[in-house]
């Protein structure tokens, strides 16, 4: 695809050394932690941390992996489009960190695992752990390469920022960093990145308010023109945004990333206590709700400024995601090296969401693919998965550029995440909540969502809901002043040299998650039933116990404490098989949690 610059709208040589001491700094960490831990040799050393991480860095980290550059993009283009109902998403947050953190982070970190995948082998078969690696290595890597090429090319047709410099220079540090420092350098980079982004969206904000004399008049501006409508209870599931759609399409989405995907658990995993497991848990929802909010308000802001000159309808930009960029460039193009900012800012994204799926990538093939199948010593594994994280890096950068091939499919591939998430949340789902699910259940569950998901996403993409139930608000050009020009005069008049093709990703919850999650385990559940599933007799360290649960702890502390003046530690080893599973105390000074030896 042959794409081209808007002329006169390009980055001043202040805003590429912004964007190049991004670059520098992401390098710099990974160098740091390279040589800091230059004397550990072991893989779970480079891909775990030596489980000795604490919660902050971790929760940046969690904050930063899935909040890509496509979210500092396609956020504010869905309020401005949309409306703001896109705010719900912080319900479907806080559901998922409460799911994640009372029911699967417990199981995982009791087993010590590296890939999570080892628990499908230990709880049903080692063909289901490998056909979930292989689904994950598949679902990672087509939306890698989606992450890192789309933004660049929006970012490129409205700043003049040479698209391929931009994509194998961030491909490039990013590989660099991931092989170099590990876990600890992604999770460290992440917590610098998140920061950046964070100034991004501040950036555009704080100008806005500037010119536009305050936040009251972008709020009426907003009110008036229906972007804060938030409230559409519209049960139909087909509808772009509902207070439906979004907070309970949203949670099994967010719950398929959190609670089962790599990325994620391989962090929260690696830290030193439970405790700050969960803590992670948590703040990360600081951070989260602290980006939506910050994307929902730019959004707002977006229209504020456009309310009465639409760019995308008047044909300044040729696809909503270049909404954002053409908004920093029109307020900001004047102060040589804030728009750099922004840009890094988009780019912080996709390396952090890049560098996690790299390190996860990683860490699934020597666990699941050489570990089970060779005999080779820890100081090899360290080696093999530093040159496994520059391979996956190279492979990445090549998606980018089959991506630019994609056209049409690419939005297509967008719902990758719902057609292969849904049904591997359901399969954890079933073994984690069902003790006499077995095997032949969780195969045949496992198949059935991926069909079920696979038919359905098909399905949409050839016949789209109808376009009322995603029709965009109103727009007006009646404020614009069109000129025949090529270029801007910063008072939005310009017409573009050459349009982009690529619309933006949807900000919305992917309805293939639900479908495919509750077919798993419906199937998965009948199929174990009437093969014998009730009859086998599962290890309680794989399944969900009552003591895993901070409400059980919290009662159990203080039943405790009631009674003897201390907490009952050793009847509750007793009551597991002395496995001595999760357990809190109501105390501050006796909060702490243990794991198995």
Same mark, same amino acid.
């Given at each position: 695809?042959?794409?081209?610059?808007?002329?006169?709208?390009?980055?001043?040589?202040?805003?590429?050394?912004?964007?190049?001491?991004?670059?520098?700094?992401?390098?710099?960490?990974?160098?740091?932690?390279?040589?800091?831990?230059?004397?550990?040799?072991?893989? /779970?050393?480079?891909?775990?941390?030596?489980?000795?991480?604490?919660?902050?860095?971790?929760?940046?980290?969690?904050?930063? *992996?899935?909040?890509?550059?496509?979210?500092?993009?396609?956020?504010?283009?869905?309020?401005?489009?949309?409306?703001?109902?896109?705010?719900?998403?912080?319900?479907?947050?806080?559901?998922?960190?409460?799911?994640? *953190?009372?029911?699967?982070?417990?199981?995982?970190?009791?087993?010590?695992?590296?890939?999570?995948?080892?628990?499908?082998?230990?709880?049903?078969?080692?063909?289901?752990?490998?056909?979930?690696?292989?689904?994950?290595?598949?679902?990672?890597?087509?939306?890698?390469?989606?992450?890192?090429?789309?933004?660049?090319?929006?970012?490129?047709?409205?700043?003049?920022?040479?698209?391929?410099?931009?994509?194998?220079?961030? +491909?490039?540090?990013?590989?660099?960093?991931?092989?170099?420092?590990?876990?600890?350098?992604?999770?460290?980079?992440?917590?610098?990145?998140?920061?950046?982004?964070?100034?991004?969206?501040?950036?555009?904000?704080?100008?806005?308010?500037?010119?536009?004399?305050?936040?009251?008049?972008?709020?009426?501006?907003?009110?008036?023109?229906?972007?804060?409508?938030?409230?559409?209870? /519209?049960?139909?599931?087909?509808?772009?945004?509902?207070?439906?759609?979004?907070?309970?399409?949203?949670?099994?989405?967010?719950?398929?990333?959190?609670?089962?995907?790599?990325?994620?658990?391989?962090?929260?995993?690696?830290?030193?206590?439970?405790?700050?497991?969960?803590?992670?848990?948590?703040?990360?929802?600081?951070?989260?709700?602290?980006?939506?909010?910050?994307?929902?308000?730019?959004?707002?802001?977006?229209?504020?400024?456009?309310?009465?000159?639409?760019?995308?309808?008047?044909?300044?930009?040729?696809?909503?995601?270049?909404?954002?960029?053409?908004?920093?460039? /029109?307020?900001?193009?004047?102060?040589?090296?804030?728009?750099?900012?922004?840009?890094?800012?988009?780019?912080?994204?996709?390396?952090?969401?890049?560098?996690?799926?790299?390190?996860?990538?990683?860490?699934?093939?020597?666990?699941?693919?050489?570990?089970?199948?060779?005999?080779?010593?820890?100081?090899?594994?360290?080696?093999?998965?530093?040159?496994?994280?520059?391979?996956?890096?190279?492979?990445?950068?090549?998606?980018?550029?089959?991506?630019?091939?994609? +056209?049409?499919?690419?939005?297509?591939?967008?719902?990758?995440?719902?057609?292969?998430?849904?049904?591997?949340?359901?399969?954890?789902?079933?073994?984690?909540?069902?003790?006499?699910?077995?095997?032949?259940?969780?195969?045949?569950?496992?198949?059935?969502?991926?069909?079920?998901?696979?038919?359905?996403?098909?399905?949409?993409?050839?016949?789209?809901?109808?376009?009322?139930?995603?029709?965009?608000?109103?727009?007006?050009?009646?404020?614009?002043?069109?000129?025949?020009?090529?270029?801007?005069?910063?008072?939005?008049?310009?017409?573009?040299?050459?349009?982009?093709?690529?619309?933006?990703?949807?900000?919305?919850?992917?309805?293939?998650?639900?479908?495919?999650?509750?077919?798993?385990?419906?199937? +998965?559940?009948?199929?174990?039933?009437?093969?014998?599933?009730?009859?086998?007799?599962?290890?309680?360290?794989?399944?969900?116990?009552?003591?895993?649960?901070?409400?059980?702890?919290?009662?159990?502390?203080?039943?405790?404490?009631?009674?003897?003046?201390?907490?009952?530690?050793?009847?509750?080893?007793?009551?597991?098989?002395?496995?001595?599973?999760?357990?809190?105390?109501?105390?501050?000074?006796?909060?702490?949690?243990?794991?198995?030896?």
């Amino acid at each position: 695809m042959s794409v081209a610059p808007f002329v006169g709208a390009s980055f001043a040589a202040a805003d590429y050394v912004v964007f190049a001491f991004m670059l520098a700094v992401s390098a710099a960490i990974g160098v740091y932690y390279a040589w800091t831990d230059r004397a550990l040799k072991s893989s /779970d050393d480079f891909l775990t941390g030596g489980r000795r991480l604490t919660a902050l860095p971790v929760s940046l980290s969690l904050t930063a *992996s899935f909040m890509s550059a496509i979210t500092v993009l396609a956020n504010p283009a869905e309020v401005y489009r949309y409306g703001a109902s896109i705010v719900f998403y912080g319900l479907s947050y806080f559901m998922s960190m409460v799911v994640t *953190s009372e029911v699967f982070l417990p199981v995982f970190y009791r087993l010590s695992i590296t890939s999570i995948y080892e628990y499908l082998e230990l709880r049903f078969s080692r063909a289901t752990r490998l056909l979930g690696t292989l689904l994950f290595i598949v679902q990672t890597i087509l939306y890698t390469g989606i992450v890192i090429y789309t933004p660049a090319l929006a970012l490129n047709q409205v700043t003049g920022m040479d698209l391929w410099s931009a994509v194998i220079s961030t +491909g490039v540090v990013c590989t660099f960093y991931c092989t170099m420092g590990g876990l600890k350098a992604v999770v460290w980079t992440d917590v610098f990145q998140v920061g950046v982004m964070l100034a991004g969206f501040l950036l555009v904000i704080i100008r806005c308010v500037v010119l536009k004399g305050g936040v009251g008049l972008i709020i009426s501006d907003s009110r008036q023109g229906g972007r804060l409508d938030i409230w559409d209870f /519209d049960p139909k599931p087909q509808k772009r945004h509902t207070f439906w759609t979004v907070t309970f399409g949203g949670t099994f989405v967010w719950v398929s990333i959190y609670g089962i995907n790599q990325a994620q658990v391989q962090r929260y995993i690696s830290c030193k206590s439970i405790t700050h497991a969960k803590l992670s848990l948590f703040i990360n929802l600081i951070g989260l709700c602290c980006i939506l909010l910050s994307s929902v308000f730019a959004g707002l802001c977006l229209y504020s400024v456009y309310k009465n000159c639409d760019p995308w309808t008047a044909g300044i930009v040729s696809a909503p995601d270049q909404l954002m960029p053409y908004l920093v460039m /029109d307020i900001l193009g004047d102060y040589p090296g804030l728009p750099g900012l922004f840009v890094a800012a988009a780019y912080s994204g996709s390396l952090s969401t890049v560098s996690s799926s790299i390190n996860a990538l990683a860490a699934v093939t020597v666990e699941d693919l050489i570990k089970p199948h060779m005999t080779v010593s820890d100081k090899k594994l360290s080696f093999i998965s530093k040159v496994l994280s520059f391979l996956y890096g190279v492979l990445c950068i090549g998606m980018a550029g089959l991506a630019s091939l994609m +056209g049409g499919i690419l939005q297509a591939t967008i719902s990758i995440f719902g057609i292969i998430g849904g049904p591997l949340l359901g399969l954890f789902s079933l073994g984690i909540i069902c003790p006499f699910a077995n095997s032949k259940g969780a195969l045949s569950g496992l198949v059935s969502g991926l069909v079920v998901s696979l038919w359905v996403g098909i399905g949409a993409q050839i016949f789209p809901p109808p376009s009322y139930l995603s029709r965009p608000l109103s727009f007006t050009t009646e404020g614009c002043n069109l000129t025949a020009s090529d270029s801007f005069n910063r008072t939005s008049t310009g017409l573009p040299a050459h349009m982009s093709n690529i619309a933006t990703s949807p900000a919305q919850p992917d309805h293939d998650s639900p479908i495919g999650t509750i077919i798993t385990i419906l199937v +998965g559940l009948f199929i174990s039933l009437v093969t014998g599933g009730w009859k086998r007799k599962v290890d309680s360290r794989l399944t969900l116990v009552k003591s895993d649960t901070t409400v059980f702890c919290i009662f159990k502390a203080l039943k405790d404490r009631l009674m003897t003046g201390k907490p009952d530690v050793a009847q509750t080893k007793e009551n597991h098989g002395n496995q001595n599973p999760a357990f809190c105390n109501i105390e501050l000074d006796y909060m702490k949690c243990n794991t198995p030896t």
